[in-house]
């Protein structure tokens, strides 16, 4: 298992960039595959990205290629989540995740979460 703790958000207009950050704790971080997943009112829970130890072939949602880019820094045990052109659908909660699977295929593949960031987008 591997604490999580998630910073970063807060509220920005539409149009404007907020950059995520998820410290880990425990060991090994370098054996789990990163996530981020968020959650908007009334919703599901939302895949958005994962990354690798190695942090090569980030993989992401339909929803957010192109706007969102996740990477990692293992010396620092972080993971981050830059979000650009912010939308007012971006609204949610935003929680990072770690899975044991190089490849998780869903949040069940996803063994630790970190408790979430508030991000608001005002239009």
């Known amino acids: 298992q591997v604490k999580l703790v998630e910073s970063g958000g807060g509220l920005v207009q539409a149009g404007a960039s907020l950059r995520l950050s998820c410290v880990a704790s425990?060991?090994?971080?370098?054996?789990?595959?990163m996530g981020w997943f968020r959650r908007a009112p009334g919703k599901e829970r939302e895949f958005l990205a994962r990354?690798?130890?190695?942090?090569?072939?980030?993989y992401y949602a339909d929803s957010v290629k192109g706007r969102f880019t996740i990477s990692r820094v293992n010396a620092k045990n972080t993971v981050y989540l830059q979000m650009n052109s912010l939308r007012p659908e971006d609204t949610a909660v935003y929680y990072c995740?770690?899975?044991?699977?190089?490849?998780?295929?869903?949040?069940?593949?996803?063994?630790?979460w970190g408790q979430g960031t508030q991000v608001t987008v005002s239009s």
């Open positions: 990354i690798n130890w190695s942090g090569a072939s980030p």
């Open positions: 995740a770690a899975s044991r699977y190089s490849s998780p295929s869903g949040s069940a593949d996803f063994g630790s």
């Open positions: 425990g060991r090994s971080f370098i054996s789990y595959t």
